[in-house]
């Protein structure tokens, strides 16, 4: 049976305008609740940036009663590859985080050298040939090759509801595939977050991140 990594995006950030920060993570909480999600080992890619000390806490908190985990989304989302200074900042705020999810999937060498001085080891990145030339089976980056690297596919990088046949027919590999999942895309139909969880019950797993 195929499993998954669960990678959500923007966390901290509203459904529109993404620049304005989800007061008290009230947008977050209702996806949470909407989907059913318990205690699924899922990333959560937040944008410390945007949120103020007390969204940051009520997120710290959140992963302290559950066994989902923060994973770095940059700082304030905004475009540019990703390098030491938007990584320190945001490990700053979340120092229990070890995996990195570029904003727009924008990274490089440069990242992968800020990455590994900051002691974080897993990035999950975008679409081979769009995105980076690594191929779309999890790989070893970076000068040292202590950064693992995990690709986006096509067909799981859009809103829940259209991944859950994706998820529900995915062919069984030796290596678990990470389906991105855009929560805030999410606002035009929340019932496809249920739907989604469903299908990956028993499938999702976490990953060694030392």
């Known amino acids: ?18 620049s304005e920060p989800d007061r008290a993570l009230s947008y977050f ?9 318990t205690d699924e080992p899922i990333y ?22 559950t066994n989902a985990r923060v994973c770095l989304h940059g700082w304030d989302h905004k475009r540019g590859k990703l390098g030491h200074g938007d990584l320190s900042a945001a490990l700053a705020v979340f120092p229990d985080a070890r995996t990195v999810c570029p904003p727009y999937f924008e990274y490089d060498d440069g990242t992968y050298e800020a990455m590994a001085s900051l002691g974080l080891r897993v990035i999950f990145g975008g679409l081979n040939g769009e995105h980076h030339q690594h ?33 529900r027919n995915a062919a ?10 855009h929560h805030r895309w ?17 499938r999702i797993v976490a990953l060694e991140e030392t």
């Open 29 to 37: 909480r209702s996806w949470w609740e909407a989907g059913g999600w």
């Open 1 to 18: 049976m195929s499993q998954f990594v669960v990678v959500v995006h923007d966390v901290g950030q509203c459904p529109e305008p993404q």
């Open 44 to 65: 959560l890619a937040a944008v410390p940036g945007v949120m103020g000390d007390k969204e940051r806490g009520i997120l710290i908190d959140h992963c302290r009663g």
């Open 172 to 181: 069984d590999l030796s290596y678990p595939l990470v389906v991105n999942v």
């Open 135 to 167: 191929g779309t089976m999890p790989t070893r980056v970076g000068a040292d090759g202590s950064i693992m690297h995990y690709s986006a596919m096509p067909w799981l990088y859009a809103h829940s509801y259209r991944m859950v046949g994706a998820v």
């Open 186 to 202: 999410d606002a035009v139909s929340l019932s496809g977050v249920a739907r989604l969880r469903e299908a990956l019950a028993g």
